[in-house]
């Protein structure tokens, strides 16, 4: 399946010009969540962020269009930034993990982690961090497939909103 999905599937760095496939794609994840309505970013926001840096997001292309004259089509993404640890340093934070319902299965999420893997590496950065629902099993499944370490003692803990 893996060989299926590097040659149909093209990784690259998102641009400016991909924030609106990248927010459909967010979207996408948050209806699976159940949580489409939390969603408040806008395409103007995202682009001023990316620009600045203050993420980095890894797409997923279907080129099987390409030959045909067609362009790519966003199929996935792995979305994260750095974060710092008083432990160990710097470390990377993975936001998003998505791929498309459809294209699951054909190892498109192996190779989006392979390369956060490689850019946390190459940001000399001492972990890689991600949160998963709980009702997620298919996911927990995958991470535990990739020798994740999953640390039940420690809560996801945050302020927003009028809190904030």
Request: aromatic share 8%; hydrophobic share 35%.
């Amino acid at each position: 399946a893996r060989a299926m999905a590097e040659n149909r599937v093209r990784l690259r760095w998102a641009q400016e010009e991909d924030v609106g496939s990248i927010l459909e794609l967010v979207r996408e994840l948050a209806e699976f969540e159940k949580e489409l309505n939390s969603v408040t970013l806008t395409e103007e926001k995202m682009k001023v962020d990316l620009k600045e840096r203050h993420f980095v997001c890894i797409l997923a292309e279907d080129t099987s269009q390409e030959e045909s004259g067609g362009d790519p089509c966003a199929i996935g993404m792995a979305l994260c930034h750095t974060r710092y640890s008083t432990w160990d340093g710097l470390c990377m934070h993975l936001e998003d993990l998505y791929v498309k319902p459809e294209h699951r299965g054909k190892g498109i999420g192996r190779l989006l982690i392979e390369a956060c893997v490689k850019y946390t590496n190459d940001l000399k950065c001492k972990r890689l961090c991600w949160e998963v629902l709980d009702w997620n099993t298919r996911a927990i499944d995958f991470y535990k497939g990739l020798g994740s370490e999953f640390k039940e003692a420690w809560r996801c803990v945050r302020l927003s909103g009028s809190s904030l």
